[in-house]
Structure formats: structure tokens, C-alpha cells
């Protein structure tokens, strides 16, 4: 287990709620944790990998009538976790000690959201979820070979669109970041309205200037709203720390435009973008984020990377950083 | 016995046991290769951290460090020529007893210095199998087994294959009961038998011995009837640490012996060698049995890489035991008696 209390005590995405079916199993792996996802007739739990008895994997069992079985003895596990039957012994009452470490689960955003620990926060916000001027587009996970904040902090950079993502998100003819403004919140980080040129913001191959407003909501989830007129889109982006070397990024985009474009034509875009900056992210050494801001360079355009930085080290995140 | 460590063989970077659980280890013997695998080539084979080569040299099969005195070269990437085993970097030659016959570099009259000599271990065929033993004398003597000499029974050797798991381990997955009605139920396992009646644990000076019955599902060769459940008689002696003998006896006489030897590699993997022996279709092809026990190992395979912690936990109380965990409490226990520490990575 990865010993970061700020991680351990938030909030985690490790499903999309809509992908488990009833009576499925799954393994998943958090913070350096072996868990299994299931859904039995009592909703989804997530548990610690491992059945007590002999440290075999529960998620290599079955789902029946709301118990999971573990597949080495058919040791078998309510919806709490409880062991209440040994198929070796079936007259025998299992032994108190014979119960999984369960973790607390949420749903929201069609995401299965839960924590190692005991979290003291609510889930990051994304009002547009429940906006009906909204179309919520999911996409995702992305697998990186990389840590969470050197992926947020990829996802909160301007500065790299016009030569990651050139025709998609930048413009190499118009490389230069006008002056903006980047603040620490009691809730996180926001950067207002940075304006920035692109060759085709809306999908109707026009080029035009709009206006990004960021934000880091938790040390590893960040949105955007990017506005062009009336148009909003907007975007969070929440990472799963996975173990040492990996990540799992998350995202939901919501636009109120466009409706007539395939959900599948948006998220092939986006998957195009996020492969544009894997390699990219992936390469970035040293892999853990620095939080003194003398280890790397920072420029002006830099003010929302900075202030996140500051933010991680006020909140004591050890995970990804140094 | 030996008091000198093998720590000073093991590659540090390589190091997979503490040195005191690899020495308790080396104390005993263990199967390296099938016999019937040493030919006109030397083998790699890994034991305890310690990278070997098996060749078969003037007296009989050698087991040797994989290492050349000369420049460090892995003598298994070398060849055979006759009885004498040939570094592929600069040719020096070694016989089976670890003395260097040559050197071609040199004129033939140059004396060869006394260092140049390859550090052998004892080598011992019995049972079809080459057991050695890095840390000698061996504490216990290689396991008898004398019914594999029967003249009523044909043995039929397992391909090896390796295990991504500590010894121990699969040594208790394969003395264990309570997990046959759940994991092999695509071979013999009886999903609707699985109870387990209480047994007894046979506490000897080198092993542990147990038996029960067992309502098996004939699935396949063994009584050659589909989805008839007999009761079998399983005989379990598990010679400590790492080799058991299955003896499964049918109500009409037909005994199938199986012989499980775990040799660990590293304290993470593991190769496993099977014999099987038999009183019955002698005359009959091979290999569906064969292949009948390599699928019910398949069906062991993934439970057992999977399990976790890696290491077999010798503190009974970081698991949680039933009373058809008999067997597997006396194992642990006997493991804490030969001195192994449970800290097995260094």
C-alpha cells in the first residue's frame, strides 16, 4: 500500500458503474492495492483482493445469490464482507476473523468511486453531470506509465498545445500564452479565462480565440470550461493512483452545442488527444512531480502548474511528488 | 554439518532469500532436472538464488556453479565435447569432477593454476531425477520412495514446468483437500462434495502424513467412465521441505501415485517436477494421463501465482485456518522448525 494519508483518505475512481453487470466480478488495483469490484443484489462493493483463509485472489470467484465465493475453498462472502459459510465445515459458524477488508463505495457520474481510507471531503464537483443544457460524453480510462500529478499538471498546460496536439488543440502559427491570472482557493486551484487561439475550437473549421478557465478540484482530479461565445465545453479529467508506475485517467466532457455529433466522433477525438500526450508525459523525468518550484523553470504561461504545485505541498501530497 | 554460507555464490543483485532461509534450504536436496534431460548439452538451472549448470561428464551427471573461473563466463552457454564441458568464451575445458583439462590459448605445458576449477555440488540420480545439495552433508537423505521401483508400475515423468510462486506454496496447495471441490472441477473435483471430515496429522521426523477419502468425478482416463463419482483413498506423506508422494487408491485396486517436488528457484518461482506411477493401462499411450494431470495443474496455476501474501506466512496468525486446514498448520509449523525464518526475501 502506497502510505499517502491526503490519497488514502479521498475519494478514488475504480469502475465505470454502468460496465459492471449484475453479479460481476473484477479485479482492480489502487494505491498499491489488490481490490475486487463487485455487484450483487446489494449494489457494487469493493473489497481488498484476498480471501483470509489462504491470500487467494476473490476476484478469481463467482457472484450467487449476493455472496462472492472465493474460487480456492468456496469460502463465501456476504454483501458486508462477513464470511458465512466454509464449504469445508458446513456446520461450523466461521470465525469472526473470517471477514475482507471492505471500502466504502460511491456512485456518481456513472464512475464507482471509493478510498482505502476514511475521507474526510465529498466527491469533486461536475455540476454540468445534472445540466440538462448538457450532453455528458465519457471517455477513457487512459492508461499512463506515469504518476497523477505529472498527468494533471499535463492536463492543466496551455502551453503545449500548439506542439503536442497541432491542428487538434493549437495552432503553431500562434504559439504565445497571453498573461493570466492563477489562484490558490480554499478548494483547490483556478485559472480564469485564458485566452487562447485555435485552428477549430467548435468542429466548424473555423479558427478562433477562447477562453480556458481551469481548475484542480482534488490533488489528482482537474476540469476545464473552455467558452467561445455561448458555447461551453467543458471537461474533468480524474486520475486513479494505481500503483508507483501508474495511473488511470478518467474524463467526462460536457458540451451544450453540437448535439448533432456522434458521442463516438468526440471520444475518438479526445482519444487521439490523450495518445498525442502519453508519450510525452510518459517521458517526463524525474516521474515524480517537483514541488519546489527551484527544480525545474517556470515561466509566466506556467501560473497555474505553479500555484498547483504550491497547492500539493500545502496539502502534504507525498504521492508523485518530490 | 556445514556451518559456511552459499551467500557468496548468489549474484547480489540476485538475491532473492535471506541468507539464512537459503541456507537452512541448501541443507536439503533438490531436483535440479529430470535425468532424462541432460544430454549432449549443459542446462541452466536455478536453485536457491544460485545459478548451476548440469552436465553429463567422465562419472556421471555433475552439477556445477554456471560460472567459469576464467573471465565469468555462463558455462551453460557452452557445449559439450564428449564428457568435458567447454566454455563457449575462450574454450577452457572442465571435466565432471571440476577440474580444468585445458586451456587452448595456451601452450599444453603451461601448469594450470589451481584456482581453475569449477565449484561442483553433489549430484544424485535416483527416481529419474538429479537432486543436488549446495550446502552439504545434506540433513536428510534424498526421499526414498520405494514404490517407484515396483515392478507392477510404470512411471510416467511430467514435463517441468515453473511456477511464479514460492515453494512452500505450492507444496501446500498440493497437500491441500478443502480446495479440490472448487479449483478442479474441469477434472476430478466433486463441486457437491465439499465438506471435509476431520483427519489426522501423522508427525514423523523428516514428514508429514494424512489421509482421507475423497468422492471423486471421473472425468477422464482413470476409470474411463464419464462422471461416475468413486470414492478415492488419498494418502498424503509430504517429505519436509518440499516433496510429497499422492498415493490414490480406487476401491478395485488401481493406484495412482503422484509425486510432487517443488525445487524453488528463487523464493518467487518455483520448478515443479511430477512423476506419476501406476498399477493400471500399462500398455496404453502416455500421454492423455499426462495430460490429464498437466490440466488439473493448470487449474492450480493461477489460484496459487495469485495468492498473497507471496510468501507462505509461518505466523499462523496472519491467515485464518479451519480444521481442514490440519495438514497446512502442521507444514507451517514444521517449516518453523527447521529454522526457516518466514523473511524469506532478503
Known amino acids: 500500500m502506497i502510505d499517502d494519508p491526503v490519497l488514502l483518505n479521498d475519494w478514488h475512481v475504480v469502475a465505470r458503474a454502468s460496465e459492471l453487470a449484475a453479479d460481476s466480478v473484477r479485479p482492480s488495483r489502487l494505491l498499491g492495492v489488490d481490490i475486487v469490484i463487485w455487484r450483487g443484489g446489494d449494489g457494487i462493493q469493493v473489497w481488498d483482493d484476498l480471501c483470509i483463509h489462504r491470500g487467494a485472489k476473490l476476484s478469481g470467484g463467482r457472484v450467487k445469490e449476493g455472496c462472492l465465493t472465493c474460487p480456492y475453498h468456496g469460502w463465501t462472502y456476504d454483501s458486508a464482507g462477513k464470511c458465512v459459510r466454509i464449504p469445508a465445515h458446513p456446520s461450523q459458524t466461521p470465525p469472526p476473523r473470517a471477514h475482507t477488508r471492505t471500502h466504502p463505495v460511491r456512485v456518481a457520474y456513472d464512475l464507482v468511486w471509493t478510498s482505502l481510507g476514511t475521507p474526510a471531503g465529498d466527491l469533486p464537483p461536475f455540476p454540468e453531470w445534472d445540466d440538462p443544457a448538457y450532453r455528458n460524453i465519457p471517455c477513457g480510462p487512459y492508461p499512463f506509465n506515469a504518476l497523477g500529478p505529472r498527468v494533471i499538471e499535463n492536463f492543466l498546460d496551455v502551453g503545449h498545445f500548439p506542439f503536442v496536439h497541432a491542428g487538434y488543440l493549437g495552432d503553431p502559427g500562434h504559439t504565445e500564452i497571453d498573461d493570466y491570472e492563477a489562484e490558490i482557493t480554499p478548494t483547490g486551484v483556478i485559472a480564469r479565462d485564458i485566452p487562447i487561439w485555435q485552428p477549430d475550437p467548435d468542429g466548424t473549421g473555423q479558427s478562433a480565440k477562447v477562453f480556458y478557465t481551469y481548475e484542480a478540484l482534488r490533488p489528482l482530479t482537474a476540469r476545464f470550461t473552455k467558452a467561445q461565445g455561448d458555447k461551453r465545453f467543458s471537461m474533468i479529467d480524474i486520475v486513479t493512483p494505481v500503483d508507483e508506475g501508474h495511473s488511470l485517467a478518467w474524463a467526462i466532457m460536457a458540451m451544450n452545442y453540437s448535439f448533432e455529433v456522434p458521442a463516438e466522433k468526440i471520444v475518438v477525438f479526445q482519444d487521439e488527444v490523450t495518445a498525442q500526450d502519453l508519450p510525452i508525459v510518459e517521458s517526463q523525468r524525474p516521474e515524480m512531480l517537483p514541488l519546489d518550484l527551484q527544480a525545474e523553470l517556470h515561466l509566466r504561461s506556467d501560473r497555474t502548474a505553479i500555484a498547483y504545485r504550491k497547492w500539493l505541498r500545502q496539502l502534504g501530497l507525498k504521492y508523485g511528488t518530490s | ?346
Not at chain 2, 129 to 158: K, M, Y
Open chain 2, 1 to 346: 554439518m556445514s556451518t559456511s554460507s552459499i551467500a557468496d555464490i548468489v549474484r547480489p543483485n540476485e538475491a532473492t532469500f535471506s541468507d539464512h532461509d537459503r541456507d537452512v534450504l541448501a541443507s536439503f536436496w533438490h531436483p535440479v532436472a529430470f535425468a532424462s534431460e541432460v544430454a549432449d548439452k549443459p542446462l541452466a538451472r536455478r536453485l536457491l538464488d544460485v545459478r548451476l549448470v548440469v552436465f553429463r561428464g567422465e562419472g556421471g551427471i555433475a552439477v556445477a556453479r554456471d560460472l567459469c573461473a576464467h573471465r565469468g563466463a555462463s558455462l551453460s552457454r557452452g557445449w559439450m565435447d564428449g564428457c568435458t564441458l567447454v566454455c563457449g568464451y575462450h574454450g577452457f575445458r572442465y571435466a565432471g569432477d571440476g577440474s580444468c583439462s585445458g586451456v587452448p590459448a595456451q601452450d599444453p605445458s603451461v601448469p594450470l593454476s589451481r584456482k581453475l576449477r569449477l565449484r561442483t555440488f553433489p549430484a544424485v540420480v535416483t527416481h529419474g531425477l538429479v537432486w543436488t545439495c549446495l550446502r552439504p552433508p545434506a540433513r536428510a537423505p534424498v526421499p526414498e520412495w520405494p514404490d517407484l521401483a515396483r515392478a507392477d508400475r510404470q512411471n510416467l515423468e511430467l514435463p517441468p514446468s515453473t511456477w511464479k510462486a514460492a515453494a512452500p506454496r505450492q507444496v501446500e496447495n498440493f497437500n491441500d483437500v478443502a480446495h479440490l471441490s472448487w479449483v478442479h472441477t474441469g477434472t476430478f473435483g466433486n463441486r457437491n462434495a465439499p465438506r471435509i471430515d476431520d483427519y489426522k496429522v501423522v508427525e514423523q521426523p523428516d514428514s508429514l502424513e494424512f489421509s482421507l477419502r475423497y468422492p471423486q468425478v471421473d472425468r477422464d482416463t482413470f476409470l474411463k467412465r464419464e462422471n461416475a463419482i468413486t470414492s478415492m483413498t488419498y494418502v498424503y506423506t509430504l517429505r519436509l521441505p518440499f516433496a510429497t508422494k499422492l498415493g490414490v487408491t480406487s476401491p478395485d485396486g488401481r493406484i495412482l501415485d503422484i509425486y510432487d517436488i517443488a525445487s524453488p528457484e528463487t523464493a518467487r518461482q518455483t520448478r515443479v517436477y511430477m512423476l506419476l506411477s501406476r498399477n493400471y493401462d500399462q500398455l496404453e499411450a502416455a500421454g492423455p494421463a499426462i495430460d490429464y494431470q498437466l490440466h488439473v495443474n493448470q487449474e492450480d496455476i493461477p489460484v496459487v501465482e495469485d495468492q498473497y501474501p507471496e510468501d507462505l506466512p509461518l505466523d499462523l496468525r496472519e491467515e485464518v485456518h479451519i480444521s481442514a486446514d490440519r495438514m497446512s498448520i502442521a507444514y507451517r509449523r514444521r517449516l518453523v522448525s527447521l529454522g526457516l525464518s518466514g523473511s524469506w526475501i532478503a
